[in-house]
């Protein structure tokens, strides 16, 4: 195990910057996910760590240890990339080995240390195959074995998962979460996926444009976001965020009106009037339908029936998108007008930047 210290890295391309001054901490037997949308930088974050990219600015600390122009080898990490790179004419057993005979490690001790990979990975009787006789997630576990077969002090993956299918990108996210469970090692782990990084990640780091916007456990960044960005890219279907026309504070209350005359009280956890402009955030699974006067007026265009639960989407009186969640097999007409509530307490007030004013407290 290992900790890594990133100190205001910066990777730039020319007059392209890629990474601004990146500013992390990963403790020893972390599983940290780097997530994001395409081209945030988080790939080629990773790729600075592994040492495959160099950096533009900054320090990369591993257990204090300065690695910064360190070259791979040096490192004591190891990678697994989106696309398998087995070799196709090697068994499975020669893959798993071949950083070790690489190495000069004696054949002995490379064959005792396959078959304890070979065991821990499921793979024993697969050993004599070559790639081409194996399935996506047997290909992926054998990459996955070539890394663990180095004893590397820090695990990397770059989207290991993006070229399966989605019954085996579950099965796979469930074996990473019992090999990191079982070896402890520090784990980086890069991806597009936020299922996989709220599933798998003790801390999640989102990014933007190069950016850090939050990092913090997968509950954390679920229930207090910081920002508007990282509010609506976690979570599926995605959060709604419904423009506030004005806003008034009084007697230890906030009133919200919104366009068509409907209203939101919330207790005065922060002075509206402090704010140019206000949004609400509120996620689809903590709107209600109601017969309020005050509530919302949502106009149903499409029903999405899920078995478990219903998808709700429409427009409101002023054209503004809104989706609801509703548990069980609820019927509903197109083109019927409901009246929609929000559970206050999870409520999340956005100012004109994007920031969250009032941070949610953890639930209890």
Do not use: W
Request: with cysteine; aromatic share 4%.
């Amino acid at each position: 195990m290992a900790s890594v210290e990133l100190q205001n890295i910066h990777k730039a391309y020319g007059s392209v910057d890629i990474i601004k001054s990146c500013n992390l901490q990963v403790h020893e037997g972390e599983f940290i996910v780097l997530v994001g949308p395409s081209g945030c930088g988080k790939s080629t974050l990773l790729r600075c760590i592994a040492g495959l990219e160099p950096v533009s600015g900054g320090r990369l600390l591993v257990d204090g240890e300065d690695l910064t122009h360190a070259a791979p080898v040096e490192r004591g990490v190891a990678m697994v990339f989106q696309s398998y790179a087995l070799y196709p004419h090697m068994t499975v057993a020669q893959n798993i080995g071949f950083g070790l005979k690489i190495a000069g490690e004696r054949k002995e001790a490379i064959a005792a240390r396959v078959r304890e990979v070979a065991a821990l990975l499921h793979l024993d009787a697969l050993l004599e195959r070559k790639p081409k006789a194996l399935s996506g997630g047997q290909r992926q576990r054998v990459a996955i074995g070539r890394a663990l077969a180095r004893k590397p002090r820090i695990f990397l993956f770059d989207e290991p998962l993006s070229n399966l299918d989605a019954a085996l990108r579950a099965e796979m996210r469930v074996e990473l979460a019992k090999l990191h469970q079982e070896l402890g090692n520090t784990m980086i782990y890069v991806t597009h996926d936020q299922v996989e990084a709220m599933t798998l990640a003790t801390r999640m780091v989102v990014m933007q444009a190069g950016v850090v916007e939050q990092v913090g456990t997968p509950l954390e960044l679920f229930n207090r976001p910081a920002t508007r960005f990282v509010a609506g890219f976690l979570g599926q279907p995605t959060m709604n965020f419904i423009r506030v026309q004005t806003s008034d504070c009084t007697a230890g209350r906030s009133r919200l009106l919104f366009a068509g005359d409907s209203c939101l009280d919330l207790d005065a956890r922060v002075n509206p009037g402090a704010a140019q402009a206000l949004e609400v955030g509120v996620r689809p699974e903590d709107c209600r339908l109601s017969c309020d006067a005050q509530a919302l007026d949502l106009r149903i265009e499409v029903v999405e029936q899920l078995g478990s639960d219903t998808m709700v989407h429409g427009h409101l009186v002023d054209g503004q998108r809104m989706t609801l969640r509703l548990p069980g097999q609820a019927r509903f007409k197109l083109g019927q007008q409901v009246g929609v509530s929000l559970v206050a307490e999870r409520v999340i007030l956005f100012d004109a930047q994007g920031r969250n004013l009032a941070p949610l407290e953890k639930p209890a």
